[in-house]
């Protein structure tokens, strides 16, 4: 009696069986990725990367490390702006507090739409 060979669905001849448990034979088969290798040799700086990575450090900082802080354009300041009461009602605000920048006073005084309500504007840099 002839035993049958094993076929798949479409006609060609069944692979041997593959040990799950041998990964060299799992790699050449196909069916495991082969191991990845570094080579860490790669990622060593030399000594003139490394001086320039000091030098970097010492002057701006990194962003895990310390830190430096950037100034940039005007400080920071209160601005008091004080308005009339021309209604004299008990609950109207007469005096608004803005931090901002000398710069931006203007744009600020352009909130209240008409300059004859403003009484008088302060700006200070102590108040921050």
């Known amino acids: 009696m002839q035993t049958k060979k094993k076929v798949n669905i479409c006609g060609g001849e069944l692979a041997a069986p593959v040990n799950c448990n041998d990964?060299?034979?799992m790699i050449r088969v196909g069916i495991h990725p082969p191991k990845?290798?570094?080579d860490f040799n790669q990622f060593?700086?030399?000594s003139s990367e490394i001086e320039l990575l000091?030098?970097?450090r010492r002057t701006q900082g990194l962003s895990g490390g310390k830190s430096v802080h950037i100034k940039n354009g005007s400080p920071k300041g209160r601005v008091?702006?004080?308005i009339v009461n021309e209604k004299k009602l008990n609950t109207f605000k007469t005096v608004y507090n803005y931090k901002c920048k000398e710069s931006e006073i203007s744009s600020i005084k352009?909130?209240?739409h008409s300059?004859?309500?403003i009484s008088k504007v302060k700006f200070s840099k102590k108040g921050i």
């Open 23 to 25: 990964p060299e034979e």
């Open 115 to 117: 300059n004859d309500r």
């Open 110 to 112: 352009d909130i209240f």
């Open 54 to 56: 000091k030098k970097h």
């Open 44 to 46: 060593k700086k030399t």
């Open 36 to 38: 990845l290798r570094i």
């Open 80 to 82: 008091l702006i004080h």
